[in-house]
């Protein structure tokens, strides 16, 4: 009964027109938005309302929450839900919000399998556990500039995804058996080449940072296919590929000025 008034409700949501205040906080601190086909622009808003209504945020360091920054995070969630069959991060529940950077415990273990606990400086992290944390600094630069290949929101929301297959893999849900064979194919593939590449010092489309495993360099991959689309086909087309294939968005022809190249699926 529960999942009948769910979908009721969200069916609703969908068809309801966003507040015109919000709309103009989306456009204002997310330009990305301003780049959409008007299709993709009412499913956003009515994706927006569902996130706006279905999680939690709270504030921490000091911050007040206020609808901007609900609807800023919200949109850029959102914006890789787009065009896909998928539920709207159904493990998430808490988005935790900081004002800027802020220092959270961590365990790192290095090759030789020593274990150190310290303090890190962090912009972001998602845990397996239906929570985000994120800085709100850092959300409003990684949006401001669409083309730098950074965005906090799109990497620890690319983690959820991630993770919504049962592991922190790099391996989101994908469907048919086929596209996880092809899938772990070129980004096992592309990992390996990337990591040899950082040890030799060599330049690489996507940040070093997505190098540090499978997880990470899904998320990293998604920051650069989304900000970055034009330098990563022509770098790494097998990977633009498969990333064009699962967002089913193909956002290096648009920025060419060319239609989208879609596959079914």
């Not at 507040?19 to 086909?37: D, F, H, I, K, T």
């Not at 956003?44 to 911050?63: C, H, N, S, T």
């Not at 787009?82 to 790192?108: F, G, N």
Request: hydrophobic share 40%.
């Amino acid at each position: 009964m529960f999942e009948f008034w769910r979908k009721r409700r969200r069916r609703r949501l969908m068809r309801t027109q966003l507040p015109q205040e919000a709309v103009g906080w989306m456009e204002a601190n997310v330009p990305y938005v301003r780049s959409l086909p008007e299709g993709d622009r009412r499913e956003l808003e009515g994706l927006v309302q569902i996130f706006l209504e279905e999680k939690w945020f709270e504030g921490a360091g000091g911050i007040e929450l206020t609808d901007e920054i609900r609807v800023t995070v919200a949109a850029q969630a959102c914006i890789l839900l787009l065009r896909r069959d998928t539920d709207v991060y159904s493990e998430l529940r808490t988005v935790v919000v900081y004002p800027q950077a802020y220092v959270a415990r961590a365990t790192t273990q290095d090759a030789a399998g020593i274990v150190t606990e310290g303090e890190q400086l962090r912009l972001g992290e998602s845990w397996d556990l239906g929570t985000i944390v994120l800085s709100w600094d850092d959300v409003r630069h990684g949006a401001a500039d669409i083309r730098d290949g950074h965005n906090v929101v799109f990497h620890e929301f690319a983690h959820q995804l991630d993770q919504e297959s049962g592991a922190a893999d790099g391996t989101p849900v994908l469907g048919e058996r086929s596209r996880y064979i092809s899938w772990a194919r070129v980004l096992s593939r592309t990992f390996q080449d990337l990591q040899e590449r950082i040890a030799a010092d060599r330049k690489t489309v996507l940040d070093p940072y997505a190098g540090t495993d499978a997880a990470e360099f899904f998320a990293v991959a998604t920051e650069c296919f989304f900000e970055k689309p034009r330098s990563l086909e022509r770098h790494r087309p097998e990977l633009y590929a498969e990333l064009r294939r699962f967002y089913r968005r193909d956002p290096a022809a648009l920025a060419r000025g060319e239609p989208e190249r879609l596959e079914e699926g």
